[in-house]
């Protein structure tokens, strides 16, 4: 049986004091894929940073990898990021240190210390990704598409089992794109739940998921005509 891995009731979402979503009732199952997808500013990644909590949820009921939203207190932010991975357009890897360097520095702040450990961990996570040859060079040595690799491998330092990308493949070009995407489908498959803003409709095509569209301030599953 798949257990809901995350699920906002009735939440209404703000961005300062305009409701950006309302009514928004969503349930996501461990193991799924889901695209996340809608006009600028309709309000996606309004709706992922809901998720993980940079957007306090005020209004509404909401649970996300056993942390209840709403009752979120500032200070167990940290531990619910530690059980979620989340990845951004623009990879926002750290300029003035080697990828290795970027990893360990994640690594570090969420309290791993043994050496060997965090370098087992670090090779685990660039062979997963296929990077494990970029290990000591610096993030401007590498393409887009390898630095969007590289943020991906930092989502997967902690294990976690809920992955949020928010438009990943908003900078990438189409082959590149695709690429990204199957190294997220690849991820899906190996057990982790995925959530990706996206508004690239031709790519979401070659691959097909369950989709969530933000529209007119509503959040509601479209059914993917595949023919
Ligand atoms: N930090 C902010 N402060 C105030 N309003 C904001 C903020 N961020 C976004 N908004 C507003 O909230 C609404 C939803 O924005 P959001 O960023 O969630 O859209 P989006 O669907 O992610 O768009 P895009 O496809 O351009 O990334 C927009 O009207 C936007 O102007
Ligand atoms: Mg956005």
Redesign the pocket.
Known sequence: MSQPVLFLRNAN?Y??K?L??SNVNVEVNSGEFIYLI????????????TLYADLPLTEGEGSIVDFDLASLKEKNIPYLRRKIGIVF?DFKLLPDRTITANLEFVLKATGWTDKQEIQLKIDEVLDKVAMKSKALKMPHQLSGGEQQRIAIARALLNDPELILA??PT?NLDPQTSAEVLQLLREINQNGKTIIM?T?DYALLMKFPSKTLK?DDSMIFEVVQRTT
């Open positions: 979402i961005q300062e305009n950006v979503l809608g006009k600028t500013g309709s309000g996606k990644s309004s709706f992922m940073k357009q928010d438009e908003g803003a508004h933000c």
